[in-house]
């Protein structure tokens, strides 16, 4: 983004480029962090004030310009299961938790493992789904995988449980 001019009291600076580095916006906590880098020439001497002021004008003009999105944490899950718990192990992973399944691996004859892509917020309880689906016998694993974008029916949940709390 580029803002062409910042006019302080003392004189007039010219921006030449403000650009947004990195900005994240937690919405649930209501946290701005944002990282600018910012190129300025001029005329005239001035002072560290009227810098200042005219930073931080471009930065107000840059946050407003600027698109937010909110962000998820997203899981890596492996589950290892019966051949014969397979089919509700799938199920309840891409209609319960929302999750895109991968593969399913043949570790046995017996036993698969599934690998999917699951929202960390869907995971709760997962134990004790698992164990009804398996009855007692698959275990699952799960790492961090990357951040997704949360889709607009999601925000609009989280937006009213927010909402409730306040």
């Not at 890596?76 to 799938?90: F, I, K, N, T």
């Not at 164990?131 to 949360?150: I, K, P």
Request: hydrophobic share 40%; net charge negative.
């Amino acid at each position: 983004m580029t803002v062409p001019m910042c006019n302080s009291s003392s004189s007039t600076f010219y921006i030449i480029m403000i650009t947004l580095l990195s900005c994240s916006f937690v919405f649930l906590k209501r946290h701005l962090s944002c990282g600018l880098q910012v190129s300025i020439s001029h005329d005239v001497e001035t002072s560290a004030s009227a810098v200042t002021t005219c930073v931080a004008e471009a930065c107000r003009k840059a946050i407003k310009a600027a698109t937010t999105e909110v962000l998820q944490p997203v899981m890596s899950l492996e589950v290892a299961v019966e051949d014969r718990d397979v089919g509700g192990v799938l199920t309840d992973i891409s209609s319960e938790r929302r999750g895109r399944v991968r593969e399913v691996e043949m570790k046995s004859e017996l036993e698969r493992n599934v690998v999917a892509e699951v929202p960390l917020a869907t995971m709760i309880g997962y134990a004790s789904a698992l164990r009804s689906v398996t009855s007692g016998r698959g275990n699952f694993s799960m790492e961090f995988s990357h951040y997704a974008l949360v889709t607009t029916s999601e925000l609009e949940t989280i937006k009213a449980q927010q909402a409730q709390t306040d």
